[in-house]
């Protein structure tokens, strides 16, 4: 009988594979916080998805309100936003506001300046993912000023 590379890293992984089992946490254990005005202007939420032990990828469900967002920031590795209820803005340095909406989803290249929050009139909700590089997933800049923000 012939056995395939496949059918031979199968019966290999199979062992493994069945020792482990699939986890869930809930909302309430994960719990959040209010994102910090050092890194936050207005009323913003940050809950944690998963811890950052998953390959070195963190995420976090942010919930920005009306005429709150994050401080200029880039991040060593990139970030995706997946907006999952609401319409916000995000912006790159050197480049004009964008909108995002329920369902889009907004790629931050590695080292690129940038901020993302709500609108003036809107909430919005994002998944922010992003990897780990020597220990940090973020540097943080200045806060975007109201200036900048209604521009």
């Not at 493994?16 to 209010?34: C, D, I, N």
């Not at 004009?96 to 709500?118: E, I, L, Y």
């Not at 009139?121 to 992003?130: L, R």
Request: aromatic residues 10%; charged residues 15%; proline residues 5%.
């Amino acid at each position: 009988m012939k056995t395939t590379f496949a059918a031979l890293a199968l019966s290999l992984a199979a062992p493994a594979v069945l020792a482990q089992q699939m986890t869930q946490s809930t909302a309430l254990e994960r719990g959040g916080q209010m994102g910090s005005p050092d890194t936050f202007t207005g009323t913003v939420f940050v809950a944690p998805v998963f811890a950052p032990d998953m390959n070195d990828v963190s995420a976090g469900e942010v919930t920005f309100l009306p005429g709150a967002r994050s401080a200029w920031h880039r991040h060593p590795v990139g970030q995706y936003l997946v907006v999952t209820a609401g319409t916000g803005w995000y912006q790159e340095e050197g480049h004009a506001k964008q909108v995002m909406r329920t369902g889009d989803v907004v790629f931050a290249p590695a080292g690129v300046n940038h901020w993302h929050g709500a609108t003036k009139s809107t909430s919005v909700t994002h998944y922010a993912i992003q990897a780990v590089q020597d220990g940090s997933a973020v540097t943080w800049g200045e806060l975007v000023s109201d200036e900048d923000y209604g521009s």
